[in-house]
């Protein structure tokens, strides 16, 4: 009776964790596990419950070693090798995280979420190839195209045809779009139509990219006729068999309007600042810099100041005269693009801004976390994707500090170089009134 009862205590208290996980009582939720660790020692469930305590609590290093035993407990089992490697991946540790993820995948070929995350680390070590096959298991993907086959529009079978018409669909964020629209050029230069389908606010930016014939709604309202097929914009470069050779980098591929507002010429160099990007992004609070922080650049003399944000994080300039708000010349992400290409220099955190700035090849300064997106890679300041960028990363996960020191000494050389201003505008748009 009371082993009975031992195992009904231990299986509720596995249940209870989850529970209180939910509930977002972490430290709870470790004690319990810790407990049922000592319960329980060779049993792998509990060693793996407290590893993912530890990492929802913003621990991946504490969790690293709960998963490691879980492991050898279970070293068949695929979740845990992916658990693994996640904490490792958050700890910096991209090679030994990179090998867990691939033995998850062997342990457990047929779960995408694995195959997704081993994407990443490809991905991450420039194995391009690889990384965008395995990027296909992605959830958006099917979601997406299952919308346009209820519309009577079937996946591209990836076949090249002479005036052959396609809708390619966008995904994720604007910074992803803005990203991977090179990709449609390929396309049309082997004589494909592409129709691209996206949100009204991104539009005009999509429009103006080489190789887009036409935009689209993102989701069809009624039957659609007279395509060839339907694929997601982030399928391209594994359509297209990119790898890191072959990875289209043009100086320059999307255009902002004509017209517009102008911003007023005052002789010196314009430095536009981004410190946030949407809250609705759930790595945002990764990625955003307070902008007390990044606000020393403003003590740099000799340069001029311009706020890129939209909607948010402006509350956080309130007094601050130092900065110019060009928000309120900002309707969509054709006119952030104008603004942009008015800058000589734009300093901004992993956003959609830093995307815009170098797809219209100006000087840009990205700001990235210590455990960066995969499309950044794992060291380095310059990315294949945007020769115009130069990446800024910290040294230890969560520190801004350092990062905002090399930024105000790289700004205070680009300001006492021997450079002439007359050369250094060419870097922004003519100014229309001359």
């Not at 047929?110 to 096959?133: I, K, S």
């Not at 910074?175 to 991104?202: H, I, S, Y």
């Not at 170098?358 to 499309?375: F, N, Y």
Request: positive net charge; proline residues 8%.
């Amino acid at each position: 009776m009371s082993a009975a009862r031992k195992e009904i205590d231990y299986e509720d208290g596995l249940r209870l964790v989850r529970q209180l996980v939910a509930a977002g009582r972490f430290a709870v939720a470790v004690r319990w596990t810790d407990h049922l660790c000592r319960q329980r020692p060779k049993d792998p469930r509990a060693h793996n419950q407290a590893g993912l305590v530890r990492q929802r609590q913003g621990e991946p290093q504490e969790a690293a070693p709960h998963f490691r035993r879980a492991a050898l407990l279970q070293p068949e089992a695929g979740e845990i090798w992916a658990n693994l490697g996640r904490s490792l991946r958050l700890s910096a540790a991209i090679e030994p995280a990179f090998r867990c993820r691939r033995r998850a995948v062997l342990c457990q070929p047929e779960m995408p979420e694995m195959r997704l995350a081993y994407g990443f680390d490809l991905l991450t070590v420039g194995e391009y190839r690889a990384g965008f096959a395995e990027y296909e298991h992605r959830p958006d993907r099917n979601t997406g195209l299952a919308r346009y086959e209820a519309a009577g529009l079937s996946a591209w079978d990836g076949r090249i045809r002479p005036n052959g018409r396609l809708i390619v669909v966008t995904e994720q964020g604007a910074g992803d779009v803005v990203q991977f629209l090179r990709f449609v050029e390929p396309l049309a230069k082997q004589g494909m139509r592409v129709t691209v389908a996206c949100p009204r606010p991104l539009e005009r930016v999509v429009r103006s990219a080489p190789g887009v014939e036409a935009t689209a709604p993102l989701w069809p309202s009624g039957p659609l006729q007279g395509y060839d097929g339907v694929e997601m914009l982030l399928s391209l470069p594994n359509r297209l068999g990119i790898d890191l050779a072959s990875l289209p980098a043009p100086a320059r591929y999307i255009s902002p309007p004509e017209g517009g507002y102008r911003v007023e010429p005052d002789g010196r160099l314009r430095v536009g600042v981004c410190w946030t990007g949407s809250t609705f992004t759930p790595l945002n609070p990764m990625r955003r810099i307070p902008f007390a922080e990044l606000a020393r650049v403003l003590d740099v003399p000799g340069l001029s100041f311009y706020g890129l944000q939209v909607l948010i994080g402006r509350r956080e300039t309130y007094g601050e005269d130092r900065l110019v708000d060009l928000a309120p010349h900002i309707e969509d992400f054709s006119d952030t693009a104008a603004m942009v290409d008015q800058m000589d220099l734009v300093i901004t955190v992993d956003t959609s801004i830093a995307h815009i700035a170098g797809a219209l090849g100006k000087p840009v300064w990205t700001l990235l976390a210590r455990v960066a997106d995969w499309r950044w890679g794992r060291d380095g300041e310059t990315t294949p994707w945007y020769p115009s960028m130069r990446l800024f990363r910290q040294d230890r996960q969560g520190d801004w500090a350092g990062v905002v020191d090399r930024v105000v000494s790289a700004l205070r050389q680009r300001v006492e170089a021997p450079v002439g201003l007359a050369e250094r505008r060419p870097f922004a748009s003519p100014d229309p009134t001359g």
